[in-house]
């Protein structure tokens, strides 16, 4: 298992510096607490000391620049937060740097359609190849917290069409 190591404060909370590592010894997060949230910068690190993610936190919350990484490096989720909740652009891209969702968001929730390159559902991509994938857009609308319509176009004509009902089950 990792070993940590940080200091606490008089209080018994996690304060100022903290480090775990991974079983082969390399350093696994490296990030710093203030009264037993995590305050300032958070790295995650792979067993092979590649990033898997960086962040910082402010008073255990998210706030400021998001990236996580894929194994072979490249940026895999770009994003800000504000006070823990998505604020501003948002970009998710694959292993090979092709973008697969753009989007903005508010105070957390989405403003406006994401753009995307590939359409993942039940975890399966079902783009055609062939196409541009950048001209790709996906608009939802939640009604009454119920029900959902979804509505996919691709370059300006619609391709599909869903609406999800009693979505709470």
């Not at 993942?120 to 783009?127: D, F, L, T, Y």
């Amino acid at each position: 298992s990792a070993r940590e190591r940080y200091f606490v404060d008089a209080l018994g909370r996690r304060s100022g510096g903290f480090e775990s590592y991974h079983p082969n010894g390399k350093p696994d997060v490296r990030a710093a607490y203030l009264a037993g949230k995590l305050h300032g910068d958070y790295v995650q690190l792979r067993p092979d000391g590649t990033r898997a993610v960086s962040t910082t936190y402010h008073e255990g919350e998210i706030d400021g620049s998001y990236e996580s990484f894929h194994e072979n490096t490249h940026p895999w989720i770009m994003a800000r937060y504000r006070a823990g909740k998505l604020e501003g652009p948002y970009t998710q891209q694959d292993a090979d740097a092709a973008r697969i969702e753009t989007a903005t968001y508010v105070a957390g929730v989405r403003d406006g359609a994401a753009k995307l390159g590939r359409i993942a559902i039940c975890g399966m991509v079902v783009q055609d190849p062939a196409r541009n994938s950048a001209d790709t857009e996906i608009a939802s609308q939640e009604r009454e917290h119920h029900s959902v319509a979804l509505r996919i176009h691709h370059a300006g004509r619609p391709d599909l069409h869903l609406e999800l009902d009693d979505l709470a089950g």
